[in-house]
C-alpha cells in the first residue's frame, strides 16, 4: 500500500484525543507523533490533498463526528454497503477499493465499485462493491470490509492487508486485476472516485476502468459481462436489454381495443437522479413507439435536490405522490425510480373518495396533495407478482403440470422449478396470493437483495424482489440452456399420425421466456430493465395498472422508524421475523400483535440508516398503523 494510505487510514481513525490544538498524535497513524506522514512530504500534515469533504480541515473533528454517526466507533458494509455523509468517506472508500483490488487479484477477474448512497439524501454518499458474477460482494469478504475500513492505523491498515493476501493465497508482490468503477450523480461523487483509484492503485497492476456516471445496475452488469468476455460499455447495456424488450413486442398476443390504456407514455420520477437521464437514453435507444416516457424530476435546474421528496423509497415508504406530481396526473401510468436507479414501483393517482386514505406519515407536499389524492402503489411485491403470473402463464403453454410440490413438470426438461423470493417486509396479500392461486413456492430470506438473490439462485426460474421495488428474475444456467436450445432447434410440437406437428404455443413461449431473460438485468435488480418489464408484461396482457392492482388487495400496513442510541442491541432470528434479543421485545410484540386480527409485526435495526424500522400489517389501516405505534413505544422504553 503506498504513501497515500497513511493520510486515508488516518482519516478512518478513531482519535479519543479529539479537538484539543495540541501537538500530540492527533493524526491518527498510531505512531506517537504528529509528523508529516500523509505523504506528501511537504513539511506538515495539512489538509492539502485537494479533497474538499472536510470543509474546516480539522480531519480530528470529522473523525469524531464520524464516531457519533456510525455508532460505537464502527462502520459496517451493511445492506447495500458503506454509507455516511460524504466528507467522512475518503478514507473508508479508499480502503473498500483496496479491498476491491484484492477480490479481483484473488478471483483474477474484474470487479466493480460503485459510489453512490442510492436514496440517501444528497449529503450522503457510500460505496458498494459488485463481485465477479455481477452480484453483490460475496458475503465472507464483508468481514474484510468491516476490518479495513476500520483499522485503528495506517500501519494496522497495511498488515490487515498482508493478512488478507495471506489468508486468501494472494501474491502481493505480483498482483493484476481490472476494477470497474462508477458513480450516480452526488457532487461528492468525482473526489471519492479518486479516493478509489488510489486504493485501487495502492496495489500493483491494477487497471482502473472508469466508468464515469452510471446506474448501480448498469456497473453489475458491465463487471458480469467482462467476466463472461462478452462487449461491457453502456451502448452494449442498452443494446442487451432493448433485445429482449424488442423480441416480446413481437411475441404480444394480437392487437385489440382495450390496448389504448397504454398508450400513454409512461410518467416516471428519475428521483432526481441518475435514471433520469439513462431512461430518456433508452427511449431514444428504443425507438419504437411502445416505449415512450414523460421524465420528471430530472436534476436539472429547477428540480430540488436528489432523493428530496421524491424517487421510490419516498414513494413506498410515505406512499405519496413524488414532487411535481399533481391532480393532473389522475389515472395516468407512473412509475418511480431511486436514486442510482436500481429500484422501481410503480403507481397511479385517484381523487381522493375518503378521508382516511393512505399517506398517514405527511410529508410537506403530503400534507396538501395526501388529501385530495389517493396513491395506489404498486411494489416490488405487485411486480413479483406480475412477473410470476406471467411466467406461470408461458409455462402452461408449454404444457407444464403442478408437479404437487411447488414444481412444474414440463415435457422434455423435467421439472421447472420456479420460486418467489421475498423478505419479511412483503405484504401478507402477496405472499398468500402466489402460493394459493398460482401455486409457486415462496421463500423468505432477511432484508438486503444479497439474501434474496442467494436464495433465487437455487430455482430454475428465481423471481425476488424487495417489497420497495429492488429485484429481478434469476434464469437458472440449465434451464436457460435448454430453452435457447429448444429455440434454436424449433422443435416444439410432437410427432402426429401425418408427421411433426408443430406447436405453435409452445415455440412462442419459449420465444418469450429467451426474449425475458435477455431484457432482465442477469446481474442486479434494475429499474431500468424493471420498466421493459413492466411495460412488456402490461402489453402482453393489454392492461393497464388498475387491473394489475386488482390481481389481489394489500393489507394494510405502516412502516415507521425508530432512533435510539445503540440500535445494534436488537438482534433478531428467523429471517429478521423475531426479536433473539432482548427478549423481552419480543414479549411485547407478541402482546401487541395478539390484539388485531391479522395482526404480524417485526422490527430490526436498519443496515443503512441509524434507526430501528418497525413494519405492522392488520385487516384495518388504524389497526397497522396502532400496532406499528405501540411496538415503537416499547422499543423506545426498552432500549431508550
Ligand atoms: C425496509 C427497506 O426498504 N429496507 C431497505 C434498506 O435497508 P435497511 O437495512 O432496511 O436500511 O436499503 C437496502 C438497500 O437499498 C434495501 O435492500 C432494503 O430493502
Ligand atoms: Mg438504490
Redesign the pocket.
Known sequence: VDDDADYYASAAVVDDDDDDDDDDDDDGDGDGDNDDDDGDGDGDNDDDDGYSYDGDGDMTNDVVTMIMVMEGSQFFY???GFRAEAHLLPSVVFRTAVLAALRSAKTRSATGLVVTA?HNPIKDNGVKLADPSGGMLCMEWEEYADRLVNAQSSLALCELVGEIADREGISLGDTGGRILVGRDTRPSGMELVDAAKKGISALPGMEVLDMGVVSTPQLHWMVQATNRGEPATEDDYFADILSGYRELATLKPTRDARQKVLEDPLLVDGSNGVGAAKLIDLQSRAGVSSLRFEVRNKGEEGDGPLNDGVGADFVQKERLPPAKFSEQDIGRRCASVDGDADRLVYFYLEKNQKSDSPGGQMAVQGDYLGSRLTLHLLDGDKIAVLAALFISQQLEELGAKDDGNGGKSVVGYGTVRVGVVQ?A?ANGASTKYIKEVLGLEVAVTP???KHLHEKAVGFDIGIYF???G?GMILFGASFLAWLNKKQASGDCGREGDDGFITDRKAEVAIARLVALSKLVNQAVGDALSGILLVESILQYRQSGLHEWNTLYKDLPSR?SKVMVPDRRQIVTKDAETKVASPDVLQQLIDLEIAKYKHGRAFVRP????DVV?VYAEAEQQTDADALANAIARHIRSVLG
Open positions: 451493511g445492506t447495500a442510492s423478505t417486509y432484508t438486503g437483495v424487495e417489497a420497495n429492488h412502516q436498519s443496515g443503512t440508516e424500522r
